[in-house]
């Protein structure tokens, strides 16, 4: 359980700050982006059903936003050459296979795409077509650190399939793909 009985504590003031086990570093580390990252689109995803009441996956939703506070956990500790399964929380094969089976749920009722979808349409499409985007930087904030810094691959892996998640969940939010707003390449040469 996480107790914060104080929210302020002047450890930041001079730039840094503490990471999950302990250590320091600059509060524009590539982890410490990419955790930042995932934060944001949570904050984003949490505007969703205020701006969409009539929006239809909220069960959905609030498990997303869960898994990725699970997310900014994995990446706030690295992981040790030497962990123990079960030392820290990481994002598993499971809450990724959790994405997929709600991707496949979603797009079979779908009519297959012929042009690339312009972000738009009903609130609530607009909104995932937001936070997908803010997903895709929060992906490659992670490449980025994947280049100097071990990170959990199943982080990388429930990014990816979330960010193709969202893009269903707009056409979906977008009656079913009917009100989708499609690209026309050249349309206005």
Request: charge should be negative.
């Amino acid at each position: 359980m996480v107790y914060l009985s104080k929210i302020y504590t002047r450890t930041g003031d001079d730039g840094e700050t503490g990471l999950g086990d302990g250590t320091r570093v600059t509060k524009d580390h590539a982890r410490v982006t990419a955790y930042g990252t995932v934060d944001e689109l949570n904050a984003v995803l949490g505007l969703l059903p205020i701006h969409a009441p009539g929006f239809t996956e909220s069960a959905l939703l609030s498990r997303i936003q869960n898994d990725l506070f699970d997310v900014g956990a994995d990446l706030c500790v690295p992981p040790g050459p030497d962990e123990k399964p079960g030392a820290a929380l990481r994002v598993t094969q499971e809450q990724v296979s959790t994405l997929e089976r709600a991707i496949d749920r979603l797009n079979e009722p779908l009519s297959p795409l012929t042009s690339f979808v312009l972000p738009g349409g009903s609130p609530a499409a607009a909104w995932c077509h937001v936070a997908r985007t803010v997903c895709r930087r929060a992906e490659r904030d992670v490449v980025t650190l994947m280049k100097s810094d071990p990170v959990n691959p199943e982080v990388l892996k429930y990014l990816n399939r979330l960010s193709d998640l969202l893009f269903v969940l707009a056409r979906s939010a977008n009656q079913g793909g009917a009100g989708d707003v499609l690209w026309v390449p050249g349309a206005n040469r």
